[in-house]
């Protein structure tokens, strides 16, 4: 006998593995690249030139990034909007990392639109107006100078935050939601494992992201 699923549970189903799968693993490669910068100038400008000669990139940026990325921030948006948070009725956890869920992707949705408009395009009125990816040889001079600037640092900051609970809360989620994790106690254990790699991961991003301002990043270079 078929199984009839709704419409629905294939796009929910759909949105949380496109968290995951690609872009989850964009994220990693994104933050490599960027720790680059910990080595100076040279060695991330490097990085992005490599990234930019891979064949057929834009293809690839636009099948691989670009459409799972807009089809998982709508989507996101969509359920946000019929969210009807109980967190003062309900107080639990659960309940208070899914509200935190929602309101880390509505930043997500408009911090990503200015990073990729600033960065990928260099399209920001007032900002820098050239494109690291079209010139990967000012790459780092580009990215120092507008993290110089103290609210434009202050927005990747909050940015970073947001994107690296957003995925490893979201990691959490497709586990649970997908039968990949069974039973309150795996589920309590895979919990704190999405924690210690949020942090982990959070102490990346901002590291990699002080290197631009601060040669060797938040340590000096003591851990790298």
Known sequence: ????????????????????????????????TNSKALDGEKHFNDAVADLQAIPYILLIEIGGIFI?????????LVITMEARPNNLAYPYPRNWFYLIQRITGVILFFFIFFHVLNFRFGMVPGLNRISVAEHP????????????????????MIGITATVWHLANGIWLFLVDWGITIGERAQ?????????FGVVLLLVGVNAAVAFIRPGGLIGGIIH
């Open 1 to 32: 006998m078929a199984i009839r699923l709704s419409r629905t549970f294939i796009l929910r189903k759909l949105h949380q593995l496109s968290g995951i799968f690609p872009l989850g693993i964009f994220l990693l490669e994104h933050f490599y």
């Open 68 to 76: 799972p990325l807009i089809y998982h921030a709508v989507y996101g």
């Open 137 to 156: 040889e000012q790459a780092f001079g580009i990215v120092a100078g507008e993290f110089r600037m103290w609210w434009i640092f202050a927005i990747y």
């Open 188 to 196: 309590r254990l895979t919990g704190y494992a999405c924690i210690a």
